[in-house]
């Protein structure tokens, strides 16, 4: 896998113009209208865009990707049922954002269980992702790609860097979901989980005291205009899951489909780093803005890890029982 590249701004809407305009010249047979949640300058949006520029090159113009990003057109919780209902072709998922509806999606938000390198490349194609994948089948969409949206986390915070599970004690922080929320609560914070989006405020406004989103998220999302410190670590694996109406996909001739799954393939590709840790680049970006923020050490981080991770363990096995402990154990053979 090649690591995740740095794009500008100016690619992400050369590639919307070129995705979005192509249906007005008539000239594609078959049209994906794709869904999520990011804003145009969020790394996942940039590769979901490069995603729908290769579909285009890769069918030479027989398929087009219209994209409706920033939940303009459906919000996080509604685009599973868009899609599986044909309201619309595609959505990109957040992984963990599939809560009760599939709370084995979840088993990648453990903190400090799968955020290698290694592991990640290990997980696509295994059997451990065969079985989510047809978790997903079964609530009537086909995942075609596992895009990793971030292996890192950080803590924001306006009052004092959260560094050690004592720092926690009594924070209105944004959470992911119940399961990722018990290790929050274990450490004596008070989650609320919100979509990415709201995050920002809700901290504006004193709704949450500290924040958590991805590192490069805190920077895409603005946090370091309303926050002043910044912990992160690789403290969880987020997948963009690309979904798609299986009626449709079915009903596309087999050298468009495979052109648009090549394109998936590549956006999957782009989206693995080479090594391990959080990028020192991002967490200077963050403190080149004013957010005072540092990295975890290997020893900070198996002290949150030993804080959150047996409380999360406990609620992922207690709502997924008995495949929660079959994904654990194929998990671990990675």
Do not use: C
């Not at 292996?151 to 924070?171: E, K, M, Q, V, Y």
């Not at 992160?232 to 997948?239: Q, V």
């Amino acid at each position: 896998m090649i690591g995740r590249r740095q794009f500008t701004l100016s690619a992400v809407f050369a590639a919307f113009v070129t995705a979005s305009l192509s249906a007005g010249a008539g000239a594609a047979e078959f049209t994906m209208r794709l869904s999520h949640q990011f804003p145009p300058a969020h790394h996942s949006a940039v590769n979901i865009a490069l995603f729908a520029k290769e579909v285009q090159e890769f069918t030479k113009g027989r398929a087009e990707v219209q994209i409706f990003g920033a939940a303009q057109l459906f919000k996080p919780n509604q685009n599973h049922p868009a899609v599986a209902s044909g309201k619309i072709e595609a959505a990109a998922i957040l992984s963990f954002q599939w809560g009760k509806t599939i709370p084995e999606m979840s088993v990648t938000i453990i903190p400090y269980l799968m955020t290698s390198v290694a592991k990640q490349k290990a997980f696509i194609g295994s059997e451990a992702s065969k079985l989510l994948d047809a978790k997903m089948a079964a609530r009537g969409v086909k995942n075609i790609a596992w895009i990793v949206d971030t292996n890192d986390g950080i803590f924001t915070s306006a009052a004092r860097p959260l560094i050690t599970p004592a720092d926690f004690s009594g924070l209105k922080i944004r959470g992911l979901n119940k399961m990722f929320d018990s290790g929050l609560e274990e450490m004596g914070a008070k989650p609320s989980a919100m979509p990415g989006s709201e995050v920002y405020q809700a901290l504006q406004t004193g709704v949450l005291d500290a924040g958590f989103t991805g590192v490069k998220a805190a920077n895409s999302r603005k946090f370091y205009e309303i926050q002043k410190f910044g912990v992160a670590s690789n403290i969880i694996l987020a997948f963009d899951n690309l979904v798609v109406n299986p009626a449709w996909w079915n009903g596309l001739p087999t050298d468009v489909r495979d052109a648009i799954q090549k394109a998936a393939d590549r956006a999957v590709q782009r989206s693995i780093r080479t090594t391990d840790g959080v990028p020192a680049n991002d967490v200077k970006v963050l403190n080149d803005k004013g957010m005072k923020t540092i990295a975890l050490t290997k020893q900070q981080e198996q002290v949150m890890a030993d804080a959150m991770q047996p409380a999360v363990k406990r609620e992922f096995l207690r709502a997924t029982a008995p495949d929660g402990v079959k994904l654990l154990e194929l998990i671990d053979r990675l």
